[in-house]
């Protein structure tokens, strides 16, 4: 069943006359213009994903389609809904998330409330499918994602990041769940917002907010360590990713051994060791290998920053690979559109042969029905005939039954035996002239 409450957004709407290349820019607001709409309907049965967080479904906010993020009722579950101040304090980190704009990050519209649960629900710009979905897609079709594609796409994931820690935010749950596509070829990050949000100032000392598979040594300590290099670290695990088409993989982040020392203790295995695993199924001398080392340092200082990611995908932009990836998938699409080209061509000649075969049908049920009526008309014909020389016959019985001769009759295929009376028989004559 469709619920139906009220909402109220916080977006940002640009001056009409302002068409200046400025105001395009990405841009974080501190100032919110308050718009209400008039309705929301939750499709709790459209399901877009699920995470930790809680579950993303269809909505329609006015009659436009968009994603509505429902938080899990276990990170509320110490909140006392009725809490205003608790619940104020959430609607201004919502309404913080609504000021961010980037063309490479998911656009939030704002909050409602879930008449189910009374929590709050996160609207936002409704997007195709996540990088894991296509990843999954791409594998499962028999095909890698083209060179130049996963460096537009790191690109994108690289812009995002840059855009967030020059203002001060880190994401610190990146992952290819959180990467969601457009048109498969446009990346846009989310979620970025979702642990500040929940997280209570305790969990957030006690343990690390992301999957286990995309974090770096410093987030897996305790207490965690969580820097803009957090992110970079995790946005080389989903460079793997893309180029391998397979979920990462690490080993444990720790080995035990025994020292007479010391006794045993834990001590932390390399990265590069780690995940020898995954980045063996890269070859060697693959363009981006060095940079994905590089995001996978096992120290902060020498990875590289988002922003030294975005100029060394640039850079990549510029180089032979990418253009002979571009290339060779433009004649690709080209081979394929004249595939289809000539497909639809033999589908139309196949409707057209489809169609004369109809009519021959139609024509060929049309002559079979007018002999069936033909034939219909000539049974009743003969079954004229017959009632006929049957009242002859009765005639001829009532005469007598001497004066008779036989008479072989068709109908309708079959042979009939009639008596007809002998019309030059004394008795038939004496007959006719005594009425």
Request: proline share 5%; net charge negative.
């Given at each position: 069943?469709?619920?139906?409450v009220?909402?109220y957004?916080?977006?940002?709407?640009?001056?009409?006359?302002?068409?200046?290349?400025?105001?395009?820019?990405?841009?974080?607001?501190?100032?919110?213009?308050?718009?209400?709409?008039f309705?929301?309907?939750?499709?709790?049965?459209?399901?877009?994903?699920?995470?930790?967080?809680?579950?993303?479904?269809?909505?329609?906010?006015?009659?436009?389609?968009?994603?509505?993020?429902?938080?899990?009722?276990?990170?509320?579950?110490?909140?006392?809904?009725?809490?205003?101040?608790?619940?104020?304090?959430?609607?201004?980190?919502?309404?913080?998330?609504?000021?961010?704009?980037?063309?490479?990050?998911?656009?939030?519209?704002?909050?409602?409330?879930?008449?189910?649960?009374?929590?709050?629900?996160?609207?936002?710009?409704?997007m195709?499918?996540s990088?894991?979905?296509?990843?999954?897609?791409?594998?499962?079709?028999?095909?890698?994602?083209?060179?130049?594609?996963?460096?537009?796409?790191?690109?994108?994931?690289?812009?995002?990041?840059?855009?967030?820690?020059?203002?001060?935010?880190?994401?610190?749950?990146?992952?290819?769940?959180?990467?969601?596509?457009?048109?498969?070829?446009?990346?846009?990050?989310?979620?970025?917002?979702?642990?500040?949000?929940?997280e209570?100032?305790?969990?957030?000392?006690t343990?690390?907010?992301?999957?286990?598979?995309?974090?770096?040594p410093?987030?897996?300590?305790?207490?965690?360590?969580?820097?803009?290099?957090?992110?970079?670290?995790?946005?080389?695990?989903?460079?793997?990713?893309?180029i391998?088409?397979?979920?990462?993989s690490?080993?444990?982040?720790?080995?035990?051994?025994?020292?007479?020392?010391?006794?045993?203790?834990?001590?932390?295995?390399?990265?590069?060791?780690?995940?020898?695993?995954?980045?063996?199924?890269?070859?060697?001398?693959?363009?981006?290998?060095?940079?994905?080392?590089?995001?996978?340092?096992?120290?902060?200082?020498?990875?590289?920053?988002?922003?030294?990611?975005?100029?060394?995908?640039?850079?990549?932009?510029?180089?032979?690979?990418?253009?002979?990836?571009?290339t060779?998938?433009?004649?690709?699409?080209?081979?394929f559109?004249?595939?289809?080209?000539?497909?639809?061509?033999?589908?139309?000649?196949?409707?057209?042969?489809?169609?004369?075969?109809?009519?021959?049908q139609?024509?060929?049920?049309?002559?079979?029905?007018?002999?069936?009526?033909?034939?219909?008309?000539?049974?009743?014909?003969?079954?004229?005939?017959?009632?006929?020389?049957?009242?002859?016959?009765?005639?001829?019985?009532?005469v007598?039954?001497?004066?008779?001769?036989?008479?072989?009759?068709?109908?309708?295929?079959?042979?009939?035996?009639?008596?007809?009376?002998?019309?030059?028989?004394?008795?038939?004559?004496?007959?006719?002239?005594?009425?």
């Open positions: 069943m469709l619920k139906r009220p909402i957004g916080y977006v940002k709407f640009e001056q009409a006359a302002d068409r200046s290349p400025k105001s395009l820019q990405p841009s974080l607001k501190s100032e919110v213009d308050e718009v209400s709409y309705e929301v309907q939750l499709l709790r049965d459209e399901i877009c994903g699920t995470g930790s967080y809680g579950k993303v479904c269809r909505a329609m906010v006015d009659q436009l389609i968009c994603a509505a993020k429902i938080i899990h009722s276990t990170f509320f579950a110490d909140i006392d809904p009725s809490s205003t101040k608790t619940m104020s304090q959430f609607q201004k980190e919502c309404e913080f998330l609504s000021t961010i704009r980037h063309p490479c990050i998911v656009q939030y519209l704002g909050t409602t409330q879930d008449i189910e649960t009374g929590l709050p629900v996160l609207l936002m710009e409704l195709d499918e990088l894991t979905q296509f990843l999954g897609r791409t594998v499962s079709s028999g095909e890698m994602v083209p060179y130049h594609m996963v460096v537009n796409l790191c690109h994108d994931i690289a812009m995002a990041l840059a855009f967030l820690h020059s203002n001060g935010i880190v994401h610190r749950d990146l992952s290819s769940n959180n990467v969601l596509m457009v048109a498969g070829e446009k990346a846009k990050i989310t979620d970025f917002g979702m642990a500040k949000l929940i209570s100032k305790e969990a957030q000392l343990q690390c907010p992301g999957a286990f598979v995309y974090m770096p410093e987030a897996l300590r305790i207490p965690p360590t969580y820097t803009a290099k957090l992110d970079v670290f995790s946005a080389g695990v989903i460079l793997i990713q893309m391998t088409g397979y979920f990462p690490p080993g444990n982040a720790k080995r035990t051994v025994t020292d007479s020392r010391h006794g045993t203790v834990e001590i932390p295995i390399p990265e590069r060791e780690r995940r020898k695993n995954d980045l063996a199924c890269i070859v060697d001398g693959h363009p981006l290998l060095g940079t994905i080392l590089d995001c996978l340092s096992d120290f902060e200082l020498n990875r590289l920053s988002s922003k030294d990611l975005c100029h060394r995908i640039v850079y990549y932009k510029t180089c032979p690979e990418y253009k002979e990836s571009k060779l998938m433009e004649k690709k699409n080209k081979l559109r004249e595939f289809n080209k000539g497909l639809d061509k033999n589908n139309e000649e196949i409707s057209k042969l489809r169609t004369e075969l109809n009519e021959i139609f024509a060929h049920e049309r002559e079979l029905q007018i002999l069936r009526e033909e034939k219909d008309l000539e049974i009743a014909r003969l079954m004229e005939e017959l009632k006929e020389a049957r009242k002859c016959q009765d005639v001829g019985q009532a007598g039954g001497s004066n008779l001769r036989n008479e072989t009759v068709n109908v309708n295929g079959a042979s009939c035996l009639v008596n007809y009376p002998l019309l030059n028989s004394p008795s038939y004559r004496n007959d006719i002239t005594s009425m």
